[in-house]
């Protein structure tokens, strides 16, 4: 059976005491929540970020590797290649040098 009575002014202060301590731990783990939230949002940011200017430094790079050995629009020879002509070309005067010096 139920105790109808009304409650007295302690149990009264208990049970708004009781309720605002529920209402502090609910906004405590909202609050903790919410910084979860933010936290975890940041660093999808950075992460996205840090993506982002990978993608934009390989785009770069590309471009300037596509610079040196592709020929321009006037088709003079790209600088990458002039430069692999010029090793290749040393390498065989060193060869034919030796062989020239070694007879």
Do not use: C, F, Y
């Amino acid at each position: 059976m139920r105790d109808i009575a009304p409650l007295s002014d302690e149990e009264r202060a208990e049970l708004e005491e009781l309720r605002r301590e529920r209402v502090q731990r609910a906004e405590a783990a909202q609050a903790a929540h919410e910084r979860r939230e933010l936290e975890r949002l940041k660093s999808e940011r950075a992460a996205m970020e840090r993506e982002q200017a990978a993608d934009e430094r390989a785009a770069r790079l590309r471009a300037k590797n596509a610079r040196l050995m592709e020929p321009d629009d006037d088709l003079r020879m790209p600088v990458g290649q002039k430069v692999v002509l010029i090793v290749l070309a040393i390498i065989v005067l060193v060869v034919l040098t030796t062989l020239w010096l070694g007879h």
